[in-house]
């Protein structure tokens, strides 16, 4: 089942190359128990790790039933040790870290066999070593004897068909090696056993056969296999084939061929297809079948291989000399060439063989690394600790980060429906100020004398910024209303007329003196500043606000009350809205700080009277009814609010009998000539808008309340007599009409955006209609956003702060990645020799990588999740705090998506950090990590 032809080896040094085995010829059955005998360093050891796959030859060839190792790969050579060769070592070669079961499993959880199926294989081999109840022990809590039966299980868990055992005894009491020895002789009845040792005492009493090497060579065989009639004295045995009746014949064939000059080169080596290939004393170049090809010599004269090759290319331009080949050898070298022609069948061929290659899942490697990290607890904890501080540190700026969008996002409804203003005349472009001034302070990007005093220009930018003027006319409007009504909560267009509002209408004169404020009935100055605003759409009105009592107006003469997201108004601002007039009366000079209530509900229902034009002024004059300020105990409250609050917010009252030229006007006429308004609702501000868009506004009316008043003005006798009277109107006229509640277009267009993706939309619709009116000779559109140039400012500060704090904390995480590579280089160090074993129980390179791969990724998501952990945990305090000092709630917060990241961030760099580490364990020779300490 096993021949070796022709094994070599020679380990190359830069002082001399050693040869190992020199043309081993050896042949073994299906089932024998074979003892290699011979003094140290003659080659025992490295035989049987070239059998076993561990090391590769420099010559010769091996079958295994039949199929030749020539086309081997790699991975080949990993399922051969996994599935064919069961290893047994002489200083058992147990992981310390894993059970018995777990170590006899390893070479089933590395072809990725299901638990189950491991744990029931895994058990039975135990059972048949007799140490099915130490399952569950580590290997250091065995004697000697029964880890090397643990050893002995692992080697037969996955049926191999051979098994080598390298000293089995050397470490073991006489007692417990004639154990070992009467297991062995128990599996050599149904497989090949292949032992080395020292012992003959033991070869000869145990073994079936004995092969004796010397400096190499096999100097003695007791028992080799008869094939074909014919038995080797070394033990080999060829079958005659073509070559071989090739070489019974005689003669020379006048073949063409060059030899390099001298004919042997001194070190062994000939450079070929600019390789340099060990083992070879010749090369020469030979025309065989057709082709040009090198044949490759060793120092007995047999061909060790032909590269099909050009012959400049291959010897790089040297000069060789003529030599004849008798026809054994290019009979040789042809078969040779043509095996060659054959690789992809002879791969096929092995990949047939074995082609259930070891692959190590995931999850096994998974659990492998586990437990290796929870031996080392302390170790684990600490790397762990480190690794996640810079995650800590990352964490807590991303939450405040995150805190502070999340504030804006929440308020970007508000923020977003900061109208983009178009206001008629002269406009300032806010952005381009605002950019001015930041440009001009950053100008001499911190190049200055310290002697010289610099002045930026800012007042020309000013300047150059005012001068843009919109010219509102119908086709402009038209323009604006073309842009997409999707994009906004509403097109606002603000007329900034007055309303003819009074608070009640008198029954009957009064005359001034009267001791209380009820007595006295005064206009409302709808334009001011506590005074009135229309109503934007609904949509809008519901995003910002919420009805708490009464209903939404839906007609024109219903009004809402105004509160702010407290349920808060202030005294003044129902003072002059004639809604609480009395209790400001009365306690204007009280001292106390007591906050007064009154119920919603108080305010639902309450009127007022909206006066046409030709009833509310005098008709001769065009002025008010005669009017006159407060006396008696409202002076003085007038003369403090006025002195305080300007004078925009002194209060103006009708006068009764003897001051009106028209002593006999009655009041009735006025109201006869009105129109009741009602409130019919109470709004307020939502709690998490900063802002809303009714300001200080205390009553909030409908478009149609605009209108109406726009056309009753229109057919006053009023306006019509001042429009008779102007001619054409110009703009200080347009301001009078508007006092009148008359204006054919609005004074500004404010469009409310749905968010600031719109927004800017909006603007580059505008631009574009703008620069499309000014190719056509008209008048440009120019609008201004101060929000989004302010938030503009905002938010790049916030990110520039991020970044800082992001690079600062970033420090530590690299430098903890890095110490978790320093950890898995050691970690590669001290199980060097456990490297060695999955190697020689079938493991890839991908396989040994990837276990040490999967400790980075756990230590790094252990690391990440902490981290984790301690900035949510941190955020609490920091959180807190600067509620304290700001008033602000929320500020502070890790979304989990930023969660998710930082842990993926703590996994990918530990994962990298050991990718070095990790390469360098998969590319360890399984010789020489076996034989580490």
């Known amino acids: 089942m096993l021949s070796l032809k022709g094994i070599t080896k020679i380990y190359v040094t830069p002082d001399e190359n050693l040869t190992a085995l020199d043309d081993v010829n050896l042949d073994f059955g299906k089932s024998e128990f074979v003892s290699i005998l011979g003094p140290s360093g003659c080659g025992k050891t490295t035989l049987l790790n070239i059998i076993g796959g561990l090391d590769k030859y420099t010559s010769g060839s091996i079958e295994i039933n039949g199929v030749s190792t020539e086309w081997f790969t790699d991975r080949d050579w990993d399922s051969y040790r996994n599935h064919s060769v069961g290893f047994i070592f002489q200083s058992y070669n147990l992981i310390p870290h894993l059970n018995v079961l777990d170590n006899v499993e390893l070479a089933l959880t590395l072809i990725g066999e299901k638990k189950e199926e491991r744990k029931a294989r895994a058990l039975k081999a135990l059972e048949e070593v007799g140490l099915r109840n130490k399952a569950f022990k580590k290997p250091n809590q065995l004697s000697g004897g029964q880890m090397q039966r643990v050893a002995i299980a692992r080697a037969l868990v996955n049926n191999p068909e051979i098994i080598l055992a390298d000293e089995p005894t050397g470490a073991l009491d006489s007692e417990t090696s004639v154990q070992v020895m009467d ?17 003959a005492e033991l070869a000869r009493q145990y073994s079936t056969r004995i092969v004796k090497l010397f400096d190499g060579k096999v100097v003695g065989d007791t028992n080799p296999p008869i094939l074909n009639g014919k038995q080797n004295d070394n033990g080999s045995s060829r079958e005659k084939n ?19 000059s001298g004919g042997v080169l001194s070190d062994n080596r000939a450079p070929v297809d600019g390789k340099e290939l060990s083992g070879c004393n010749k090369c ?5 079948a057709g082709e040009k090809i090198a044949v490759l010599t060793n120092s007995k004269g047999k061909i060790v291989t032909v590269l099909s090759t050009d012959i400049k290319r291959a010897f790089k331009g040297r000069l060789y000399e003529k030599k004849a080949l008798s026809a054994a050898e290019s009979a040789d070298a042809e078969n040779l060439l043509l095996s060659k022609k054959n690789k992809k069948e002879k791969k096929n061929e092995a990949a047939e063989k074995y082609r259930k290659k070891p692959s190590m899942s995931f999850g096994a490697a998974i659990a492998h690394s586990f437990k290796n990290l929870a031996t080392k607890k302390f170790r684990t904890i600490l790397t762990t600790i480190a690794g996640s501080i810079g995650i800590l540190g990352i964490g807590l700026v991303l939450s405040l980060y995150s805190g502070l969008n999340g504030f804006i996002a929440r308020q970007e409804a508000s923020l977003a429906s900061y109208p983009i203003q178009i206001n008629e005349g002269s406009v300032q472009d806010t952005e381009a100020v605002i950019s001015t001034i930041v440009s001009a302070l950053d100008g001499l990007d911190g190049k200055y004398e310290k002697d010289t005093v610099y002045i930026y220009k800012v007042v020309r930018q000013l300047i150059k910024n005012q001068t843009n003027v919109n010219i509102f006319d119908a086709a402009m409007l038209s323009d604006i209303k073309s842009v997409d009504s999707s994009l906004y909560y509403d097109l606002y267009e603000n007329y900034n007329i007055n309303f003819n509002v009074v608070k009640d209408i008198p029954s009957s004169t009064k005359i001034l003196g009267i001791s209380t404020i009820s007595d006295y009935y005064f206009a409302i100055n709808t334009t001011s500043a506590l005074g009135w605003a229309q109503l934007p759409s609904e949509e809008l009105v519901n995003e910002q606000y919420e009805l708490i009592a009464g209903k939404f107006p839906e ?7 105004v509160l702010d997201a407290k349920n808060q108004i202030s005294d003044l601002n129902l003072f002059f809205n004639g809604l609480d007039m009395e209790s400001v009366s009365l306690n204007y000079k009280d001292a106390s700080e007591e906050t007064v209530t009154k119920k919603v509900t108080d305010f639902i229902g309450m009127e007022y009277r909206l006066v046409e034009n030709d009833y509310y002024y005098n008709p001769t004059t065009s002025k008010k009814r005669e009017t006159t300020k407060p006396k008696g105990p409202l002076e003085n409250l007038n003369k403090l609010i006025y002195e305080a609050a300007g004078s925009g917010y ?10 009106d030229s028209n002593n006999d006007y009655d009041y009735s006429k006025m109201a006869l000539n009105s129109e009741v308004l009602t409130i019919s609702g109470v709004i307020k501000l939502k709690e998490d808008v900063p802002v809303g868009i009714l300001g200080a506004k205390a009553i909030g009316y409908t478009k149609a309340l605009t209108r109406k008043v726009i056309d009753n003005a229109a057919k006053s006798s009023l306006v019509n007599k001042y429009l008779e009277s102007v001619g054409g109107v110009d703009n200080a006229d347009k301001k009078v009409l508007r006092g009148y509640g008359y204006a054919e277009l609005p004074a500004s267009i404010d469009i409310y955006c749905r968010d600031f993706d719109s927004k800017s939309m909006v603007k580059t619709k505008l631009t574009e209609l703008s620069n499309q009116r000014k190719a056509d000779g008209k008048s440009q559109i120019v609008y201004s956003d101060m929000m ?16 800082v704090l992001l690079s600062l904390t970033a420090v530590s995480l690299v430098v903890s990645a890095l110490m978790v590579g320093i950890i898995t280089y050691v970690s590669v160090l001290e199980r060097t020799r456990e490297i060695g074993v999955l190697r020689a129980l079938g493991a890839r390179k991908t396989d040994v990588s990837g276990i040490f791969n999967v400790e980075t990724i756990l230590v790094g998501l252990a690391s ?43 996994v990918a760099l530990n994962f990298l950090s050991g990718l070095i580490p990790a390469s360098m364990a998969k590319r360890k020779d399984p010789v020489k990590a076996l034989r580490s300490e």
């Open 183 to 199: 297991a062995l002789k128990k599996i050599s009845k149904t497989r090949l056993v292949i032992m080395v040792t020292h012992n």
């Open 242 to 260: 073509n070559i071989g009746k090739a070489e019974e014949k005689s003669g020379d064939a006048e073949n063409f061929a060059l030899r390099y």
């Open 650 to 659: 002194s209060l103006t009252f009708f006068e009764g009998d003897g001051i």
């Open 555 to 561: 007609n024109a003469n219903e009004i809402v009350l």
């Open 284 to 288: 020469f170049v030979q025309r065989v």
């Open 788 to 803: 989004s140039a302010v938030l503009g400012i905002v938010e790049q500060f916030i990110n520039i702060i991020t970044i």
């Open 864 to 906: 990440g999740v902490l981290g984790v952990i301690l900035a949510l945990v941190g955020s609490i305090p920091l959180g807190s705090l600067l509620t304290k000092y700001t008033g602000i709630s929320g500020l502070v917060g890790l979304p989990w998506y930023f969660a998710l990241a930082l842990i993926a961030l703590s």
